[in-house]
């Protein structure tokens, strides 16, 4: 095989868990390298969410190497099927999103996915372009490309049957509606995670049934999350957002156990993991954070939030820039001021919180605490600093 080929196909091949087919994928590559014509591949993303987090970031990272070897993506922001929700690994329905939520999480897709894709090799095309127009007889056509028995096929929704949880028929439809995007922009290749398999494989069945040449289907790891078993997830919780704070991306990643670093660094970054696994955990992990958190934002701040972590957990320092709330009355209610302060995502979790013992007041030191008992809080004069949990901190003056 020709060098050029194989160097692209082992960048194709780098952490991929499903290649088919390679021979195909060959050959596709072989055309493109002999005619000069950058493969056409293909991802796509339903914004049932604000952010994009690490785990899209596994295949926005393999489309930005094949893109600096010249290929071209085409992203497909599903504001169409969004409104279906996909039903790939779900075990119940996905809730109903509105127009506008749609259009507001999609406003944010592009501008965070070009942290990582070139934008002058990166075509957006939102679904809803072709389908908003489509005639009926067209969408019955579609429809009749699949069988029922082949869609139950799918583990998913086979289990879904057996326990007889809802299983609606137009989240049956979704794996046509979704692969017939790749009939629309004549994808090359189209990347997913490894529980989008059997979507990706429909549409490469519709381009054939279309009499267009067929995709080849690259399928990755899921990144696992934060609770170091579920993939990592918005619906879940257990995810970190590409936008989110410096000081919050860098905790949370040092909040992921050992056994799943080795994961990230291979998912995430280029370092080597021969150099890791020679480090303490502790340090690779500090790595891990500064490395991403440079990515993201620059290398000062990936070395501030290294240097103020290490004050405060590792020589026991207050944060220096920790948020400040003014209180108006010598007694405030605690959950109120956390949850309007944003630091917890709801009064329930900030009541959790509060009835486990996980918030503290704290002295000069992190490591002198008292827990805090009641939601009614006296403010000193001097004010009060407070631990919320391992990792967040918020000083209330009065």
């Given at each position: ?97 509105s127009d506008s939520e ?56 086979a289990l879904r049957m ?237």
């Amino acid at each position: 095989m020709n060098k050029e080929i194989q160097r692209h196909l082992d960048c194709i091949k780098e952490n991929a868990v499903d290649v088919i087919s390679e021979t195909e994928l060959s050959a596709k590559l072989e055309k493109s390298l002999t005619e000069h014509k950058p493969l056409k591949l293909k991802i796509g993303f339903d914004p049932t969410a604000r952010d994009i987090h690490l785990g899209h970031t596994v295949l926005l990272r393999k489309l930005r190497k094949l893109q600096d070897l010249g290929h071209f993506v085409n992203l497909i922001i599903g504001d169409f099927t969004a409104k279906i929700g996909d039903p790939s690994g779900r075990s119940i329905l996905r809730p109903v999103l509105s127009d506008s939520e749609i259009k507001d999480n999609a406003s944010t897709y592009t501008e965070q996915a070009f942290k990582i894709l070139d934008k002058q090799k990166t075509k957006i095309i939102f679904n809803s372009s072709w389908y908003k127009s489509m005639e009926m007889s067209k969408f019955l056509s579609l429809l009749s490309s699949y069988t029922v028995a082949r869609m139950l096929e799918r583990d998913d929704f086979a289990l879904r049957m057996k326990e007889n949880r809802p299983l609606t028929i137009v989240e049956m439809v979704y794996p046509l509606i979704q692969g017939y995007d790749s009939v629309m922009i004549d994808a090359d290749i189209e990347f997913g995670g490894t529980d989008q398999k059997f979507n990706l494989i429909v549409g490469r069945h519709l381009q054939e049934v279309y009499g267009k040449p067929s995709q080849s289907v690259v399928t990755m790891p899921l990144l696992v999350g934060l609770d170091g078993k579920n993939k990592m997830s918005k619906s879940l919780g257990n995810y970190i957002g590409i936008t989110e704070e410096p000081k919050s991306m860098f905790g949370k990643l040092m909040s992921i156990s050992d056994s799943v670093m080795l994961e990230y660094f291979r998912l995430l970054t280029d370092i080597p993991l021969e150099k890791i696994k020679k480090m303490h955990p502790k340090e690779a992990k500090l790595m891990l954070a500064e490395t991403l958190v440079s990515f993201y934002y620059s290398e000062t701040t990936g070395k501030k939030e290294k240097e103020e972590f290490e004050k405060v957990f590792s020589q026991k320092e207050l944060p220096q820039d920790m948020p400040i709330s003014h209180a108006e009355k010598e007694s405030v209610d605690l959950i109120e001021v956390l949850f309007r302060e944003k630091i917890v995502s709801s009064k329930n979790e900030a009541r959790r919180l509060l009835a486990q013992g996980g918030i503290s007041i704290v002295e000069t030191d992190p490591s002198k605490t008292s827990t805090v008992k009641e939601q009614a809080l006296k403010i000193p004069p001097q004010g009060v600093v407070l631990k919320i949990g391992k990792r967040k901190f918020l000083k209330i003056v009065a």
